[in-house]
């Protein structure tokens, strides 16, 4: 028996081009996402060149023409000196993604004053987006309080954080956010199995009272997202490893097999993979995009079944129950028992829809 289940949506993936096509492109990334049961994905901005003008857009968004697979978004990445830019081109883009805190890239914004015109000027009504960690959260929060405007908090890994989230959402103030299939699954206890290099990831893995905590309050989780982050391994086993984690194609696996153990519901999955990122996101309701699934499927996770061009997946040889069957896009087959059937160049930018 096949589950339907509308097409997912992941706000919040790292597809490499322009700029690391080794480790990722819009062809080979929007392959995975295929793959992991994903119809639209929402693209961020630290690549190289990183995407924060229309020229740089342009690179981004003339490659995933070509190349997409699923629909898709790009987001504009905020700098120094782009506020008015930004506003320019708030209509074309997925939203805007501050990097407040180090992270892969070099969009991070160092003086707190370069963060304001951007919380001032970015429209209330398109998405803004922020990398923030611990006390740059509580920052983060502080300023959507202050200029009355939402924001979608990234990656939320640690107790402290999702508490406090939980009460700027108990005062009313517009806050949102997503956690990772990596920070549900794993916490730091997992790294010496996974290997040093390969366990780097932002936010790191966290300590198992962190992983409790966010299970422990999933009614404050607004969107599940895989900040599939691809490195090779090469990178990842060098000596300075890359921080990220591949997750297009084992997060919703990961999330059934949980389903199965009653940690959680099929309805919680798809509001947080489908109803909440699409209204956040500001995304077209898309009918004709669905999935269908075997809830009684088991299988085990392997690297080298992936379309990702990365090469390895940090949930190598795990178990799971549930698996994507049969991927519709727009009324079409684009996915079908491991065979990904939609040709590049067939994904639509949904903010030209
Ligand atoms: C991301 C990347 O590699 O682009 N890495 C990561 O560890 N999450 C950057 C990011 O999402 O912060
Ligand atoms: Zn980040
Ligand atoms: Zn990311
Ligand atoms: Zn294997």
Known sequence: MLTKLPGLIDVHVHLREPGATHKEDWDSGTAA????????????PNTNAAIVDGQTLGLSLGAAELKARC?????????????????????K????????DQTYGDLKLDDMA?????????PKRAPLAVHAEGKTLAAAILLAAIYDRPVHLCHVSRREEILLIRTAKEKGLRVTCEVCPHHLFLSEDDILAIGRGRSEVR????????????WANLGVVDCFATDHAPHTLAEK??????????GLETILPLLLTAVDEGRLTL?????????????????????TNYIEVDLDSSYEIHAKDQYTRCGWTPFEGWKVKGRVVRVVLRG?????????????????NIRNL
Request: aromatic share 10%; hydrophobic share 35%.
């Open 203 to 214: 936010p790191r893995l966290a300590t198992k009272a962190d992983q409790d905590a966010l």
């Open 267 to 287: 309805t919680d999955v798809v509001t947080r993979l489908h109803d909440n990122p699409q209204r956040i996101f500001a995304l077209p309701k898309q009918p």
């Open 237 to 246: 086993d060098g000596n300075n490893p890359l921080p990220g984690f591949p």
């Open 114 to 122: 370069d963060w304001l015109p951007h919380f001032a000027n970015w």
């Open 332 to 348: 079409k087959t684009a996915y079908e028992d491991g065979r990904v059937l939609a040709p590049p160049g067939c994904g639509k």
């Open 33 to 44: 996402a295929l793959a992991g049961g994903f119809t639209t994905v929402l693209a961020m």
């Open 93 to 100: 883009v997925a939203g805007l993604k501050l990097y407040l």
């Open 71 to 91: 629909d898709y978004a790009q987001y504009l990445g905020g700098s120094s000196t782009n506020p008015k830019t930004a506003l320019e081109l708030s209509n």
